[in-house]
């Protein structure tokens, strides 16, 4: 079992950035691909990027295809999602998910562990 501990979230004016972080609350050796999902008031939960244990591939939603980018670094067991020129639509409870797909999926059912979520607002 892999427990996932976000932050970063907080408020933000439009054209903003935010970094937000993921890590497990122990170092754990297995590795995993790392993704990003957001759940909006009212919506669905989305994809909004993920990658490979390798960071050889990455995968993004069209919404934030080159103002959000993912990152990770295996030796501290954590991932980051930088998000720039945010904007109101991106207001969301964002979640950290860990994947035994290697590769890295943009398939929320391939995710097997999920963090508790951090509140991204971003206002005008």
């Known amino acids: 079992q892999v427990q996932l501990v976000e932050s970063g979230g907080g408020l933000v004016q439009t054209g903003g950035s935010l970094r937000l972080s993921c890590a497990p609350s122990?170092?754990?050796?297995?590795?995993?691909?790392m993704g990003w999902f957001r759940q909006a008031p009212g919506k669905e939960r989305e994809f909004v990027a993920g990658?490979?244990?390798?960071?050889?591939?990455?995968y993004y939603a069209d919404s934030v295809r080159g103002r959000f980018t993912i990152s990770r670094e295996n030796a501290k067991n954590s991932v980051h999602l930088q998000m720039n020129s945010l904007k109101l639509e991106d207001t969301a409870v964002y979640y950290c998910?860990?994947?035994?797909?290697?590769?890295?999926?943009?398939?929320?059912?391939?995710?097997?562990?999920w963090g508790q979520g951090t509140q991204v607002t971003v206002s005008s």
């Open positions: 998910a860990a994947s035994w797909n290697t590769e890295g999926s943009p398939y929320e059912g391939e995710y097997a562990y």
């Open positions: 122990r170092h754990t050796s297995d590795k995993y691909a």
């Open positions: 990658i490979g244990w390798s960071s050889l591939s990455t």
